[in-house]
């Protein structure tokens, strides 16, 4: 269990975020991600308020971006130290 290699995989998760919510990341990616996942509970909970966040956004499209919504989950993720 080293501190380093999960900061490492941390960070390429926090780098693949936006595309794999998205559903454009490759699949070799989506699969190393998920492992991540799966045993990062901090990353793990960064994406599910990315995917919440945008499904949100895209069932209430006409409502302008809620940017303090973004920033408290910027906060969020920022307690799990990520990077
Ligand atoms: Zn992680």
Not at 24 to 33: C, G, H, I, K, P
Not at 59 to 77: M, N, Q, S, T, V
């Amino acid at each position: 269990m080293s501190a380093h290699v999960r900061s490492e995989q941390c960070l390429h998760a926090q780098r693949c975020v936006q595309e794999y919510v998205d559903g454009t990341l490759v699949a070799e990616e989506v699969v190393v991600v998920d492992e991540h996942l799966a045993v990062c509970p901090c990353c793990a909970k960064c994406y599910g308020l990315e995917a919440g966040v945008r499904d949100v956004m895209r069932k209430a499209c006409d409502e302008p971006c809620p940017d303090g919504l973004r920033a408290e989950l910027r906060r969020i993720c920022d307690d799990c130290d990520c990077e």
